[in-house]
């Protein structure tokens, strides 16, 4: 039965550790499996579109998400990497860890990455807008980064858009 695990917030420490690589034995383990199915029930309760293990206090290379379109489907990504970044935009963005702000980030619009999915099959998951933009921030969480380290204009939600931005990210673990 998976469970909903403390989704933790901007000064714990382990969200400011780089994330262990995970041992590629260590997949098949079911408490490794119960913490993946853990990670999901977490980030569909919260409701969100991602969900990095140091957010759950476990210092593991790994996160799971579900951008909820058409062409993506659910993924677990393990020791994941980037493959290939394209063109840098600005976006706002917000995070459960550092929940009721938004900022404006620099992300790439287009990234691939490849990793090991739950059976520790190697994947490659390429995408843009949004997807990309997950990506790209929980790897961020797994080498101790939280959006606010690279963000401007840190602020609380002024206009509609921010505010639905807030509470999506509030609501969402990304």
């Not at 403390?6 to 098949?28: F, N, Y």
């Not at 843009?128 to 933009?133: I, K, N, S, T």
Request: glycine share 6%.
């Amino acid at each position: 039965m998976p469970y909903i695990r403390e989704i933790i917030t901007d000064g714990h420490p382990t969200l400011r550790k780089v994330a262990k690589k995970v041992d590629p034995k260590e997949i098949s383990d079911p408490l490794f499996q119960q913490l993946i199915d853990d990670m999901f029930e977490t980030m569909y309760a919260a409701p969100g579109v991602g969900l990095a293990a140091p957010q759950v206090n476990v210092s593991k290379r790994m996160f799971v998400m579900d951008v909820q379109e058409d062409e993506h489907e659910p993924a677990v990504v393990i020791n994941p990497k980037i493959e290939l970044a394209e063109e840098e935009v600005e976006m706002t963005e917000g995070c459960l860890s550092v929940p009721g702000y938004v900022g404006e980030i620099t992300r790439f619009r287009k990234v691939a990455v490849s990793g090991l999915d739950r059976n520790g099959q190697k994947i490659r998951l390429e995408g843009e807008g949004l997807y990309a933009q997950c990506l790209q921030h929980e790897i961020d969480h797994l080498n101790g980064v939280l959006y606010i380290d690279k963000a401007k204009n840190i602020r609380l939600p002024q206009t509609e858009e921010e505010h639905g931005v807030a509470e999506a990210a509030q609501a969402e673990a990304i």
